[in-house]
C-alpha cells in the first residue's frame, strides 16, 4: 500500500483529496496546523469512509502541526522510515491563500507559504522522497493572458499570495535542475474550484469572512437580508460580469489521484499542469444556476469593480486531459448542489 502525505489535508480540497485518496486503498498521512480547519474535518473523512461500509478510516493518521517546524515534519518522516513503510509522496496543499490579506500583510504570506514549502522540500530530499504534487494555482498567470490559457503562458501574478506560488513553482524547478534523475513534480494550477463532497460531511470552510464568490452566494441564500455584491456590470463579457472556470472540489481531488498515478508510472519529470474544466461562466450565469437547481433566492446588487480583478480567467486544459486521460466530469448544476448541501447542513460551518 502506497503512503502519502498530504500536507493541509484538513482544508477544502486537501479533505475532498484524502477521501479520494483513502477510497483508491492509499495509507494517507494528514498534516495539519488547522490554522484554516477545524479538527472536525478528521471525524468527517472518517465518516465519509463509514458511509461506504468500508474499513479504510484506518489507513487515515493525522499529525497536528506546522510545517514551519522542521523538526516536526521531520520526525514523520523519520518514523515512517524506521517503521519499513517510508513515504512514498507528497501532496503540498497548506498555505494561506487570501489573496486580499496578502496585500495587507504580504511578509506574514512569504513566511509561512515559503518557509513551509523549504521544509518540507528539504526533508523530503533528506528523506529521499522524491514524488511532489504542489498546489500552485491560476494566480501565477499574468492578467495580460487570454483565455483560455495554457501553462506556457505568460506568469506575472498581481498579488503577494500569487507571487509565493510563482516562487514556490521557481524553488521546485532548481530543486529539479539540481537533481532531474531523481524527481517528479507536479505543479497543479487550479482554477476555481467551489461545491462540496455529495455526503454534505465536508466542504469549504473557512475561519473569518469569506471572500471568494461562491460562499458568498450561499450566505446571500442563507440570509434574505444580505445582498451579494457583484463587482463590476460594464466587462466587456455576454452580461457584463467577469468569467471564471468553475471546477467541482470533487473534480480537483480526482486530478490529484490520477496526477499521483502518472507521476508514479512515468520517468522523472516537472510538470505545470492547469486543473480546470475549460468552460466559462459569468457571475450573473453562476447566481442563475444556483437559485435555479437549488430553488433559492440569491440577492445582489452591483458595485463598482474590484481592484486587480480580470474578465475572464479560463483553463485550456488540453495538457492535463491528454496527458493524465481525464477530464472533470461534474456540471456547474452538481457544483451549485452539492455547495449549498453542505452549506445547509453546516450553516455555522463546523
Ligand atoms: P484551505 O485553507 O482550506 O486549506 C489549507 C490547509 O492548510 C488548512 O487546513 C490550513 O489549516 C493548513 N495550513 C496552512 N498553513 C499551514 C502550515 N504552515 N502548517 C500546516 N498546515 C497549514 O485551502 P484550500 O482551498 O484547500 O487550498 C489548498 C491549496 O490550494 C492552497 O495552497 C491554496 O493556495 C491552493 N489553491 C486554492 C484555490 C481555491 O480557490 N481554494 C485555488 C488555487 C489554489
Ligand atoms: C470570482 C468572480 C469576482 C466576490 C481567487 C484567487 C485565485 C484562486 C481562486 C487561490 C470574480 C466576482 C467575487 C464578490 C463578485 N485562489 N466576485 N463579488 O478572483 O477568480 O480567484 O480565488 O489560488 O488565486 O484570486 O475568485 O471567487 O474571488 O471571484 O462579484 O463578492 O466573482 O469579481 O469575477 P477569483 P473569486
Not at 519499513?84 to 509522496?89: E, L, Q, T
Not at 518557509?115 to 499574468?142: E, H, P, Q, R
Not at 505545470?272 to 440577492?299: A, P, Q
Not at 488540453?318 to 452539492?338: A, G, T, V
Request: proline share 3%; charged share 20%; with cysteine.
Amino acid at each position: 500500500m502506497k503512503r502519502i502525505l498530504i500536507t493541509g489535508g484538513a482544508g477544502f480540497i486537501g479533505s475532498h483529496t484524502c477521501v479520494s485518496l483513502l477510497e483508491n486503498d492509499y495509507e494517507v498521512y494528514l498534516v495539519d496546523s488547522f490554522v484554516n480547519s477545524s479538527p472536525i474535518v478528521i471525524n468527517r473523512i472518517l465518516s465519509i469512509c463509514d458511509l461506504n461500509n468500508s474499513n479504510l478510516g484506518k489507513n487515515l493518521k493525522v499529525f497536528k502541526g506546522d510545517l514551519k517546524d522542521k523538526v516536526f515534519i521531520e520526525d514523520i518522516f523519520s518514523n515512517a522510515d524506521k517503521s519499513g513503510n517510508p513515504i512514498n509522496g507528497v501532496i503540498h496543499f497548506a498555505g494561506l491563500k487570501a489573496v486580499n490579506e496578502s496585500v495587507l500583510n504580504p511578509l506574514r504570506y512569504w513566511q509561512e507559504n515559503i518557509f513551509s514549502s523549504l521544509n518540507l522540500v528539504s526533508v523530503m530530499k533528506k528523506y529521499n522522497c522524491n514524488l511532489l504534487v504542489f498546489s500552485s494555482s491560476a494566480t501565477v498567470y499574468g492578467k495580460e493572458s487570454s483565455s483560455p490559457i495554457k501553462e506556457n503562458s505568460y506568469l506575472n501574478p498581481s498579488n503577494p499570495y500569487g507571487n509565493t506560488k510563482l516562487t514556490i513553482e521557481k524553488i521546485l524547478n532548481d530543486l529539479y535542475d539540481e537533481n532531474s534523475n531523481i524527481w517528479k513534480i507536479a505543479c497543479l494550477r487550479y482554477f476555481n474550484p467551489i461545491g462540496a463532497h455529495t455526503s454534505s460531511l465536508i466542504g469549504e470552510n473557512p475561519v473569518g469572512m469569506p471572500n471568494n464568490l461562491f460562499p458568498l452566494i450561499c450566505n446571500a441564500a442563507l440570509d434574505n437580508n444580505t445582498k451579494l455584491k457583484i463587482f463590476g456590470s460594464d466587462w466587456d463579457t455576454i452580461d457584463g460580469t467577469c468569467i471564471r472556470d468553475y471546477i467541482h472540489v470533487s473534480d480537483v481531488a480526482e486530478g490529484h489521484l490520477k496526477t499521483l498515478e502518472y507521476l508514479n508510472n512515468h520517468k522523472t519529470n516537472i510538470l505545470k499542469m492547469n486543473i480546470g474544466t475549460g468552460l466559462g461562466t459569468s457571475v450573473l450565469e453562476l447566481i442563475e444556476t444556483f437559485s435555479r437547481v437549488n430553488k433559492v433566492t440569491v440577492d445582489y446588487k452591483f458595485t463598482s469593480r474590484r481592484d486587480g480583478d480580470s474578465k475572464e480567467i479560463v483553463a485550456d486544459n488540453s495538457f492535463s486531459s491528454s496527458l493524465l486521460n481525464w477530464i472533470p466530469k461534474r456540471s456547474l448544476e452538481d457544483m451549485c448542489i452539492d455547495g449549498w448541501n453542505w452549506k445547509k447542513n453546516n450553516v455555522n460551518g463546523f
